[in-house]
């Protein structure tokens, strides 16, 4: 009698000790600052020389990530503050020298799917080994985007706080990584835009950092 009522009280423990322990090994999220190198290049100096691309985008971008909100800061002539907020699925822009905020939706891309390809090959970033994504978009032969992501999955975060991050397929990036990305190569038909991981730091955000500035808003 004492092992038929001893039997499921093992089995409760069990399976608590097991649950506990998948709890344990469940991936920490990433939570922290990373500083990244910013390199241009102009295919077309006619249309925009490499000089004036280069000061537009600076050559600095600091990033702030926590849970799906991303504070992106640069030092460049164009654009100072990018604000993407999970609660709203929005992209906020605040450029230099203006008072307003630039607001795009991010619930779907105007360009189609061409391909997705991941790369096992290993490349090392910032002292981190990374794998390759790939993810080609566009509307024509000569309009196309071409996204590489180099990411390292110890630097795990959600996939689902980014599920509906659909421009430019970026949800497809998150799905497939579960990592944020520590170099990113964006390819134009015009230019080409680097961005290369040169510190990381995992530590607390405030939430502070994601509140947009209250100024007046232009919808994209």
């Known amino acids: 009698m004492k092992k038929i009522i001893l039997l499921p009280l093992v089995a409760v423990l069990f399976s608590s000790f097991n649950l506990k322990k ?3 090994l469940k991936k920490k999220e990433f939570i922290g600052k990373i500083t990244y190198s910013i390199d241009t290049y102009s295919k077309k100096p006619d249309i925009i020389s490499q000089n004036r691309l ?3 985008y600076g050559d600095k971008m600091i990033i702030y990530i926590k849970k799906g909100d991303i504070l992106r800061d640069y030092n460049g002539l164009d654009i100072s503050k990018v604000y993407i907020l999970k609660s709203t699925n929005k992209e906020y822009s605040k450029r230099n020298h203006v008072d307003s905020l630039y607001v795009m939706s991010l ?6 799917l061409i391909s997705m390809k991941k790369r096992d090959s290993v490349f090392v970033i910032a002292r981190h080994p990374c ?3 790939i993810i080609e978009t566009g509307n024509s032969p000569t309009h196309t985007f071409r996204n590489t992501y ?4 110890d ?3 959600d996939p689902s706080d980014y599920k509906n991050r659909k421009f430019g397929y970026t949800n497809l990036y998150y799905e497939t990584a579960k990592a944020q990305w520590l170099k990113y190569v964006l390819e134009t038909e015009n230019c080409i835009i680097t961005y290369t991981a ?3 730091e995992e530590t607390d955000v405030d939430d502070s950092m994601f509140v947009v500035p209250n100024f007046p808003k232009t919808h994209w």
């Open 107 to 112: 619930d779907s891309s105007a360009e189609k």
């Open 155 to 157: 630097l795990y975060v």
């Open 150 to 153: 180099y990411y390292d999955k």
């Open 198 to 200: 040169i510190e990381i």
């Open 54 to 56: 280069a000061s537009l």
């Open 22 to 24: 998948k709890e344990l």
């Open 131 to 133: 794998q390759s994504l």
